[in-house]
């Protein structure tokens, strides 16, 4: 069954304290893994797709790794407006459903 | 272009009625999938619709139901609710049914007492 695992749960940083957030995935090939960033009470606006391992992707402060067994969404020099929840989500080869982790829900302090 | 929307916004109904949401895909797409989100949980995948077929469904029981019309808009039709269905209901489509970016709306909010 795929799976995905999102850490840590939650987050704190202060403004300009870099890290990173993890999503482990378990799936029976891999057509593609998504970075999701939402806002608390609406939906999931998209950040990244990655499809093969070693592939990178970048967006302002965010930069998105991923290798065979797992994904890192790293925030480099985080501001108060990158505060919310990160979503992780794969399919299958087999079809085109998204499988969500629960989420890391990220906040920066000033 | 218009992005992805979805009606209601907020809805309060008490168990054993049926509701029904709707969702208007992104300019182009023919896909459109939905999603359940729990409190503190990522999404779920109810079903996906394909130029007005189904062409998928996650674990949900028969009285999860959908259509699509067709200018690729939705429905999402929920019998005899049950307090467990209180959730956001969140629909996304993508540009073709093999195109794995999905775009989401704002979601329903849903109650149910």
């Known amino acids: 069954e795929d799976q995905v695992t999102q850490s840590p749960e939650a987050l704190r940083l202060q403004e300009g304290e870099s890290s990173s957030l993890n999503c482990s995935y378990t799936v029976s090939g891999l057509r593609g893994l998504f970075w999701y960033r939402q806002d608390p009470g609406k939906g999931p606006e998209f950040l990244f797709t990655?499809?093969?391992a070693g592939e990178e992707k970048e967006k302002e402060r965010l930069k998105a790794t991923l290798t065979k067994k797992e994904s890192f969404l790293h925030i480099t020099a985080p501001k108060p407006e990158d505060s919310a929840t990160y979503l992780c989500a794969v399919t299958p080869n087999s079809g085109y459903a998204l499988n969500f982790g629960k989420g890391t829900s990220l906040l920066v302090t000033p | 272009e218009t992005g992805v929307t979805q009606s209601p916004t907020h809805l309060i109904k008490t168990r054993g009625q049926q509701v029904t949401l709707r969702c208007s895909s992104q300019?182009?797409?023919?896909?459109v999938s939905w999603y359940q989100q729990a409190l503190g949980q990522g999404p779920q995948f109810i079903f996906q619709y394909y130029r007005e077929e189904e062409n998928g469904r996650g674990n949900f029981p028969p009285r999860f139901s959908g259509l699509q019309f067709p200018n690729y808009s939705s429905e999402l039709n929920v019998n005899a609710l049950e307090l467990d269905d209180s959730a956001l209901y969140l629909c996304?489509?993508?540009?073709?049914?093999?195109?794995?970016?999905?775009?989401f709306g704002p979601g329903t909010r849903l109650l149910v007492l």
């Open positions: 996304a489509s993508s540009l073709r049914k093999n195109q794995e970016t999905q775009y």
């Open positions: 990655l499809y093969s």
């Open positions: 300019s182009g797409h023919n896909t």
